[in-house]
């Protein structure tokens, strides 16, 4: 979880509590992910510019990459402790701002298949000013959305070779 304050508590107990249910004996999931969906009724707050960039870049990385959470950026993410889990994590990530979507490839390439993850909107959500991508971090983020699109393919394709097999 991020540490910023942006999420209500609220939202926090209450994914906690999905993640205790879809954790349970029968695993329907192995994440729960929260998602910043301006809904009817929902208080999201957010800078119309980090919204756009986020929807143009979820939307470039899961053009041929299959199923992709809606809000991959969103810093309240649960994950049911698990062997596979843990070999996703045990070596450092190739990138800094796009590590969730790393995972995601390094759980399909582990797994043949991808995470499964239960993406619940937030009731509450605040855009925290202060942002740490500034000036020459967006060229970070540019090289890390390369590196990204390329560990999300060749995952993609050798899950799909794994199916075929």
Known sequence: MDGDGAFAVDDVGRLCGLARVGFSDDSRWDAVWSSRVMLAGRRILRSPQRHYLGRIVATYLSVGS???????????????????????????????????????????????????????????????????????????????????RKIVAASSKRSSRVDEG
């Open 66 to 148: 299959g199923t992709m959470p809606y809000d991959t950026q969103s810093g309240l993410k649960i994950f049911a402790a698990s062997q596979t889990l843990e070999r996703c994590i045990e070596s450092p990530f190739t990138t800094r701002w796009l590590f969730e979507l790393e995972l995601l490839a390094r759980w399909r390439e582990q797994e043949g298949a991808p995470m499964r993850i239960w993406e619940e909107p937030l009731h509450s959500w605040i855009d925290v000013s202060g942002s740490k991508i500034r000036g020459t971090e967006y060229l970070r983020v540019a090289r890390d959305l390369a590196v990204i």
